[in-house]
């Protein structure tokens, strides 16, 4: 009996979300998000660090696999958060400013990847 409110809710974001990407003037900014998996095996990035390009304000879904546990720093958004040994950690988020940002491990201290955003 509750879904009227509900339904309003939905349609409120969903017209926020439209509003957002029509007036960026980015390209992707309301879609699906840029899915970037790494793991650590061994002390090695898998794949090796590399670089992502994403756009300003695009939803980015980040999914880290470590071996061991870790600390998992993501630059620029400064989010950081513990890694389990054997579970993948994800972490979604959007960087609002441009640059090059690094992804690394605290412990461990690799560079997982480098986030261009533009
Ligand atoms: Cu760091």
Redesign the pocket.
């Known amino acids: 009996m509750r879904r009227g409110p509900m339904t309003i809710a939905v349609l409120l974001l969903s017209a926020t979300l439209a509003a957002c990407s029509s007036g960026s003037g980015s390209t992707n900014s309301g879609g699906a998000p840029t899915v970037v998996k790494v793991a650590i095996r061994a002390g090695k990035v898998v794949p090796p660090t590399h670089r992502v390009q994403v756009g300003v304000g695009q939803k980015v879904r980040l999914e880290v696999t470590s071996d061991k546990a870790d600390v998992l720093?993501i630059?620029g958004v400064n989010i950081?958060k513990p890694l389990v040994a054997g579970k993948t950690r994800i972490v979604v988020f959007r960087e609002s400013q441009s640059g090059l940002f690094?992804v690394?491990t605290?412990e461990s201290n690799l560079q997982l990847l480098q986030l261009e955003v533009r």
């Open positions: 720093h630059h950081e690094e690394e605290h």
